[in-house]
């Protein structure tokens, strides 16, 4: 049974950093793709980054791009999430997913994490 769990998300002032980790179990995930999503309230879902587990391959919205990095460590099954010069509108539940597409549509991920809070204040 897959399993991603994340941690690390809390609040923090406007310009600060957080990191999210999303540790995976359950199955290899040698050809899956680990993707970071957001939910604002009020607002859809929207997709913030993707790694390619065995290349590394990264891809970012252009919200994030530049502030954020995805990386992945595979001796820890686990993938992380750095965010840096956060702002307000970063506030969102950030949840972990994983897929076996190249994608960026939520829909196409089956595994998903539980989400964690991440508030940035003004």
């Known amino acids: 049974q897959v399993q991603l769990v994340e941690s690390g998300g809390g609040l923090v002032q406007a310009g600060g950093s957080l990191r999210l980790s999303c540790a995976a179990s359950g199955r290899t995930f040698s050809s899956y793709y680990m993707g970071w999503f957001r939910q604002a309230p009020g607002k859809e879902r929207e997709f913030v980054s993707r790694?390619?587990?065995?290349?590394?391959?990264?891809y970012y919205a252009e919200s994030v791009k530049g502030r954020f990095t995805i990386s992945r460590d595979t001796a820890k099954n686990t993938v992380y999430l750095q965010m840096n010069s956060l702002k307000p509108e970063d506030t969102a539940v950030y949840y972990c997913?994983?897929?076996?597409?190249?994608?960026?549509?939520?829909?196409?991920?089956?595994?998903w994490g539980q989400g964690t809070q991440v508030t940035v204040s003004s």
């Open positions: 790694i390619s587990w065995s290349g590394g391959r990264t």
């Open positions: 997913a994983a897929t076996k597409f190249i994608t960026t549509t939520g829909s196409s991920y089956p595994y």
